[in-house]
C-alpha cells in the first residue's frame, strides 16, 4: 500500500517563529489532507489540498503532486498551534503519516 | 450544519466483552469510515461504507465488524475485547470518494 513519512517528528519552536512540516507519499493520489490533532484527540481539518498552494491566516500549504510530497507552512507560531499534525492521502481509506509533533513555547 | 458526532465519548470494558460505538455523520454524507488511534501503531483505517455497503475494509481480525444504516449513520462492534483494543476511535464522514473527510471527536475506548 501506499507510504507516507512525515518530517520532522519533533518540533521546538519559539512564539513567533515560523516552520515547515513536510509530508512525503510513495505513490500519486487524489486526495491529501492536513491535520491538527487537538489535546482531546479530535482532528481538525486544516486543508484538503490534492495539489497546489492554499492559504489559511497564518496557515498554507503546497502539494506537489508530480514530485509526491506536501508542505505545510505555519508564520508567526502561536502556543495554541501546539499539538500533532498529520497528513493522510488516498480516497476513502485515508493512509496517515506519523505526524509532526509541535510545540511553541511562550 | 451540525458535525459528525460519536457516542460514547469514554467506555471502560473488561477483556472478553464486546462493545458498540455509533457514529452519526454530517447531513448529506454518505460514506463513514472508521480508524483505530493508539500510541504504537497510529493512526489505521478500520473499514468503510457507502449506502449502507462496506466498501473498504482494512488489516483488522474480524472481531473488528461494522454497519451503516440508511439514515447513514454507522456503528462499528468489537467483540471478545482484549487490551491491545484499548484505543481511540475515530469516525470520520464524507460526500463520497475524493472528497474532503471529517471527522468526529472519538470514542475513547478502555480495556482492563
Known amino acids: 500500500g501506499i507510504q507516507v513519512e512525515q518530517s520532522p517528528p519533533d518540533l521546538i519552536l519559539q512564539e513567533g517563529a515560523n516552520s515547515t512540516l513536510r509530508c512525503n507519499f510513495s505513490d500519486s493520489v487524489n486526495n491529501l489532507q492536513w491535520f491538527h490533532q487537538n489535546p482531546w484527540g479530535q482532528l481538525i481539518n486544516l486543508f484538503y489540498i490534492p495539489s497546489g498552494t492554499k492559504q489559511n491566516g497564518r496557515l498554507s500549504a503546497t502539494t506537489v503532486a508530480t514530485e509526491r510530497y506536501s508542505l505545510l507552512y505555519i508564520s ?14 488516498a480516497g476513502n481509506m485515508l493512509t496517515f503519516g506519523g505526524g509532526t509533533r509541535l510545540m511553541v513555547k511562550p | 450544519k451540525a458535525g459528525v458526532t460519536q457516542t460514547p465519548r469514554y467506555l471502560i470494558k473488561t ?65 471478545t475485547l482484549e487490551l491491545g483494543d484499548s484505543a481511540l476511535y475515530l469516525c470520520a464522514s464524507s460526500r463520497g470518494d475524493s472528497y474532503e473527510q471529517y471527522f468526529g471527536p472519538g470514542t475513547r475506548l478502555t480495556v482492563t
Open chain 1, 76 to 89: 508567526s507560531s502561536q502556543t495554541t498551534d501546539s499539538g500533532v499534525y498529520f497528513c493522510a492521502v
Open chain 2, 15 to 79: 477483556r472478553g466483552q464486546q462493545v458498540t460505538l455509533s457514529c452519526s455523520p454530517i447531513s448529506g454524507h454518505r460514506s463513514v469510515s472508521w480508524y483505530q488511534q493508539t500510541p504504537g501503531q497510529g493512526l489505521q483505517f478500520l473499514f468503510e461504507y457507502f449506502s449502507e455497503t462496506q466498501r473498504n475494509k482494512g488489516n483488522f481480525p474480524g472481531r473488528f465488524s461494522g454497519r451503516q444504516f440508511s439514515n447513514s449513520r454507522s456503528e462499528m462492534n468489537v467483540s
